[in-house]
T-cell receptor
Framework: SQKIEQNSEALNIQEGKTATLTCNYT??????LQWYRQDPGRGPVFLLL?????KEKRKERLKVTFDTTLKQSLFHITASQPADSATYLC?????????FGKGTRLSVIA | DVKVTQSSRYLVKRTGEKVFLECVQD?????MFWYRQDPGLGLRLIYF???????EKGDIPEGYSVSREKKERFSLILESASTNQTSMYLC??????????????FGQGTRLTVV
């Protein structure tokens, strides 16, 4: 069956360090993979989209990689700040529109 | 500023009631979606629509129906609310295009409690 897994339910890191979040998938052949941020009690907000033929994408302190051989995407936040604390969701196209992972709750400790 | 607006942030309904959750977007998007989000289960797709009058079942459509009479409005209907439908409901929209190719814009969510 098709699966999207975000390996860590929660991740705590020190301010200034790089946070790395993982998204693995099985039985999909997605053309695109997206990352969203969700704050408590709010809807997800789009961050980045990466295509299957792109190895890496950057936006300010954010970097996403996409390895279709490993079936994995890595999401990095460099120089992390307490304001980056949130839940981060990966999403990709499956048999139905945008299927989401369960998310990783990131806490950046000052 | 682009917007997806859900009619209520919080809603409390009784078991057996018919419940309407309204969603309006002002971006002229063709695609609209309803998800529910539960702790430990993540976001799950209930129904979606790629055009006016069109609807498709998602992963968990049982107990729900939808209506899309106008492009900007997508309503989720709980025919007879039950306690296991207590959840956060999220509406989203995206421009027409291959699914996954365009970002989705989400509303602020409706936290529904069925008692």
């Amino acid at each position: 069956s098709q699966k999207i897994e975000q390996n860590s339910e929660a991740l705590n890191i020190q301010e200034g360090k790089t946070a790395t979040l993982t998204c693995n998938y099985t039985n999909y052949s997605p053309a695109y993979l997206q990352w969203y941020r969700q704050d408590p009690g709010r809807g997800p907000v789009f961050l980045l989209l990466i295509r299957e033929n792109e190895k890496e994408k950057r936006k300010e302190r954010l970097k996403v990689t996409f390895d279709t051989t490993l079936k994995q995407s890595l999401f990095h936040i460099t120089a992390s700040q307490p304001a980056d604390s949130a839940t981060y969701l990966c999403a990709l196209e499956g048999n139905t529109p945008l299927v989401f992972g369960k998310g990783t709750r990131l806490s950046v400790i000052a | 500023d682009v917007k997806v607006t859900q009619s209520s942030r919080y809603l409390v309904k009784r078991t057996g009631e018919k419940v309407f959750l309204e969603c309006v977007q002002d971006m002229d998007h063709e695609n609209m979606f309803w998800y529910r989000q539960d702790p430990g289960l993540g976001l799950r797709l209930i129904y979606f629509s790629y055009d006016v009058k069109m609807k498709e079942k998602g992963d968990i459509p049982e107990g729900y129906s939808v209506s899309r009479e106008k492009k900007e409005r997508f309503s989720l209907i709980l025919e007879s609310a039950s306690t296991n439908q207590t959840s956060m409901y999220l509406c989203a929209s995206s421009p027409h295009g291959t699914s996954g190719n365009t970002e989705a814009f989400f509303g602020q969510g409706t936290r529904l409690t069925v008692v």
